[in-house]
């Protein structure tokens, strides 16, 4: 199943309201999950089952959708949020990650 | 919890690699585990995992390295390990190993701090 993340980077300000979105090729019910990845880090998992944070995920961050397509929300941006962003489906094997969505600071 | 890779560095193209990671801190045996990689200055690829000893330690994998990565792990030692064969400078990456979230098609929810691997003559 192909992911598609759109935009592929995005430039915003501090208490900016941000989405991204992500398209998948296939249905994929509510098995999506969104990664937050800073440079010379691991990813971090912050969204499962489309909609559910993470444990010790700021609240700022939600997700939606169902099927094929999704979005990932951070209501007000926070300095540390600027990072790459990734969506990832977990419906079937093989397992495949989004591109991307670099999220830069204006 | 700990997730150590080792096993990264230098190889030429066509030989052979063997990476390893340790896990700590949590109850490996109950895990399925797996292997992402991300090329220099792009975006993650899913490689494959191996489930539990009660999922019959059976593997799945990615089209493009299913007959090149191996995926295997020893409960015993907490360690899981990735053999890549034949490879190509394509294969030059950080490899991470990662822990697969218990909960029904979840994410993955534990990472290794990942390790080098470069493909170069």
């Known amino acids: 199943t192909q992911l598609t993340q759109s935009p592929s980077s995005l430039s915003a300000s501090v208490g900016d309201r941000v989405t991204i979105t992500c398209r998948a090729s296939?249905?994929?019910?509510?098995?999506l999950g969104w990664y937050q990845q800073k440079p010379g880090k691991a990813p971090k998992l912050l969204i499962y089952?489309?909609?559910t944070l993470q444990s010790g995920v700021p609240s700022r961050f939600s997700g939606s959708g169902a099927g094929t397509d999704f979005t990932l929300t951070i209501s007000s941006l926070q300095p540390e949020d600027f990072a790459t962003y990734y969506c990832?489906?977990?419906?079937?094997?093989?397992?495949?990650f989004g591109q991307g969505t670099r999220l830069e600071i204006k | 919890m700990q997730l150590v890779e080792s096993g990264g560095g230098l190889v030429q193209p066509g030989g052979s690699l063997g990476l390893s990671c340790a896990a700590s801190?949590?109850?490996?045996?109950?895990?399925?585990m797996e292997w992402i990689r991300q090329a220099p200055g792009k975006g993650l690829e899913w490689l494959g995992l191996?489930?539990?000893?009660?999922?019959?330690?059976?593997?799945e994998y990615a089209a493009p390295v299913k007959n090149r990565f191996i995926i295997s792990r020893d409960d015993s030692m907490n360690s899981v390990y990735l053999q890549i064969n034949s490879l190509t400078i394509e294969d030059t990456a950080v490899y991470y190993c990662?822990?697969?979230?218990?909960?029904?098609?979840?994410?993955?929810?534990?990472w290794g701090q990942g390790t080098l691997v470069t493909v170069s003559s």
């Open positions: 089952d489309a909609s």
């Open positions: 191996v489930r539990t000893k009660a999922n019959s330690f059976t593997t």
């Open positions: 990662v822990r697969k979230s218990l909960r029904y098609r979840s994410g993955s929810d534990f």
């Open positions: 801190g949590f109850t490996f045996s109950a895990y399925y």
């Open positions: 296939q249905g994929i019910s509510m098995y």
């Open positions: 990832q489906q977990l419906e079937s094997y093989p397992i495949t």
